[in-house]
């Protein structure tokens, strides 16, 4: 199968209202963050930032993947994906690598902004900032995979949420270093690895409201 299902998706979100989304966010950001003139932004603080920014990351990608999926859920794509011997984790790979790349589209233009006004930019905090969005990525469309009533799709954006806030306290509290962010990683990687061994073909195509 390859990245045959993630490049359909792209395509079939690349769309004017995707593009439209992109404008009227960079414009609002543009607003915000020269309006009151500029204030001069550290590398420290520029990591805190990204770290503020996973929020708005989180709160997209749930949104893309929500709507993807419910769609394939209900036409039964996906029964005819796993009926056709496509593997779940190749399901998983492509809808999170399509929307890892969808998100990021949306939310780099703002960082990128931001970047006019930090006084030194560094590699490590961009790193940072796609390594998590990628593992994100991957776990809003496991924990989709894995919801049968669609009823209960906000619970994963508030579980998100709340895990990002977790991960946020523990930088606050003990700064941000490497010990930390391999830390956070970590207990990202066991959520995504714990929700990914629950998900069941049954639960992938049985859906209902």
């Given at each position: 199968?390859?990245?045959?299902?993630?490049?359909?998706?792209?395509?079939?979100?690349?769309?004017?209202?995707?593009?439209?989304?992109?404008?009227?966010?960079?414009?609002?950001?543009?607003?915000?963050?020269?309006?009151?003139?500029?204030?001069?932004?550290?590398?420290?603080?520029?990591?805190?930032?990204?770290?503020g920014f996973s929020f708005l990351f989180i709160f997209f990608a749930y949104e893309f993947s929500k709507d993807s999926l419910q769609k394939e859920k209900k036409s039964?794509?996906?029964?005819?994906?796993?009926?056709?011997?496509?593997?779940?984790?190749?399901?998983?790979?492509?809808?999170?690598?399509?929307?890892?790349?969808?998100?990021?589209?949306?939310?780099?233009?703002?960082?990128?902004?931001?970047?006019?006004?930090?006084?030194?930019?560094?590699?490590?905090?961009?790193?940072?900032?796609?390594?998590?969005?990628?593992?994100?990525?991957?776990?809003?469309?496991?924990?989709?995979?894995?919801?049968?009533?669609?009823?209960?799709?906000?619970?994963?954006?508030?579980?998100?949420?709340?895990?990002?806030?977790?991960?946020?306290?523990?930088?606050?509290?003990?700064?941000?270093?490497?010990?930390?962010?391999?830390?956070?990683?970590?207990?990202?990687?066991?959520?995504?690895?714990?929700?990914?061994?629950?998900?069941?073909?049954?639960?992938?195509?049985?859906?209902?409201?």
């Amino acid at each position: 199968m390859g990245l045959k299902l993630c490049k359909e998706e792209l395509k079939k979100n690349l769309n004017i209202s995707f593009i439209l989304k992109i404008i009227v966010l960079f414009v609002f950001s543009y607003i915000s963050i020269f309006a009151g003139g500029q204030n001069i932004i550290n590398s420290e603080n520029f990591g805190m930032i990204l770290n503020g920014f996973s929020f708005l990351f989180i709160f997209f990608a749930y949104e893309f993947s929500k709507d993807s999926l419910q769609k394939e859920k209900k036409s039964k794509r996906l029964e005819w994906f796993l009926s056709n011997k496509i593997k779940i984790l190749d399901l998983v790979l492509n809808y999170g690598l399509a929307n890892f790349i969808l998100t990021n589209m949306v939310v780099s233009p703002i960082i990128i902004l931001f970047s006019y006004i930090i006084v030194d930019i560094q590699l490590y905090n961009i790193i940072n900032f796609l390594l998590y969005s990628l593992l994100y990525s991957f776990l809003i469309n496991i924990l989709i995979l894995n919801t049968i009533d669609m009823n209960r799709f906000k619970m994963i954006l508030l579980k998100l949420l709340l895990l990002n806030i977790i991960m946020l306290f523990i930088d606050i509290i003990y700064n941000m270093t490497i010990f930390t962010n391999i830390f956070k990683i970590t207990i990202i990687f066991i959520y995504i690895v714990i929700s990914y061994f629950k998900i069941s073909k049954e639960k992938i195509v049985t859906a209902f409201y």
